[in-house]
């Protein structure tokens, strides 16, 4: 996928994700997501907070913050979520076709904005089709990294295969799926293992 092409995937999962979560209802909002001690609403926010940042804002932001990027999340989530669900839905309509971002190159928001949308869709157990040439190209992007993730790291030693797409990386016991799982378990995402099969699952569910 051309890097031109990234900011309309972007957009368009994002809107996909709004109208799969318009009229949830109220009690759903609380599930655990995918994403570690977030709840749904958690990661929603979280969402519409990074397609606020700007790098001009992101360090001023993050010194604020004692230079925890924990802490940085943790303050913009509350500040994203409004008083009730419609509120934290709402915010994010707002940023749907917001091309802001944290430094970084923009694969790292089509990552944000994929992994983080079947953070919610799968705690959520709705089914949706992301387009294969972009989780792709975040997998490509993420399995050298061990930037906040930790995905060279957690994959070292591993041969992962992709079932429905041209895609492998790596060499040793094998990891083998559709790649949306796949690129779920590389960021560390455990549920996603459920969806993988080969000798190499119980080695990547080992590791945190």
Not at 72 to 77: A, C, Y
Not at 116 to 140: C, F, M, T
Not at 144 to 153: A, D
Not at 178 to 201: F, I, N, Q, Y
Request: net charge neutral; hydrophobic share 40%; aromatic share 6%.
């Amino acid at each position: 996928m051309a890097k031109t092409d990234t900011w309309p995937v972007i957009h368009a999962e994002r809107s996909a994700l709004a109208s799969d979560l318009a009229g949830l209802p109220a009690e759903r909002w609380s599930r655990p997501s995918l994403c570690t001690a977030w709840s749904v609403r958690d990661v929603l926010a979280h969402m519409t907070a990074t397609a606020k940042i700007t790098p001009a804002s992101f360090f001023p932001k993050l010194i604020g913050s004692g230079f925890s990027f924990a802490r940085m999340q943790t303050k913009d989530i509350a500040n994203e979520q409004g008083s009730t669900p419609e509120d934290t839905l709402s915010g994010f309509e707002s940023v749907l076709n917001s091309k802001k971002s944290p430094p970084g190159p923009p694969a790292t928001m089509l990552g944000e904005t994929l992994l983080h949308s079947e953070d919610i869709r799968r705690a959520l157990g709705i089914e949706h089709s992301y387009p294969i040439e972009a989780v792709v190209q975040v997998a490509d992007f993420y399995k050298g990294s061990n930037l906040i993730l930790g995905t060279k790291k957690r994959i070292a030693g591993l041969r992962l295969q992709a079932t429905d797409a041209n895609w492998s990386h790596g060499s040793g016991p094998e990891v083998s799926g559709p790649m949306v799982p796949l690129l779920m378990a590389m960021t560390g995402r455990k549920a996603a293992l459920d969806d993988l099969s080969g000798e190499g699952v119980e080695t990547l569910r080992a590791r945190d």
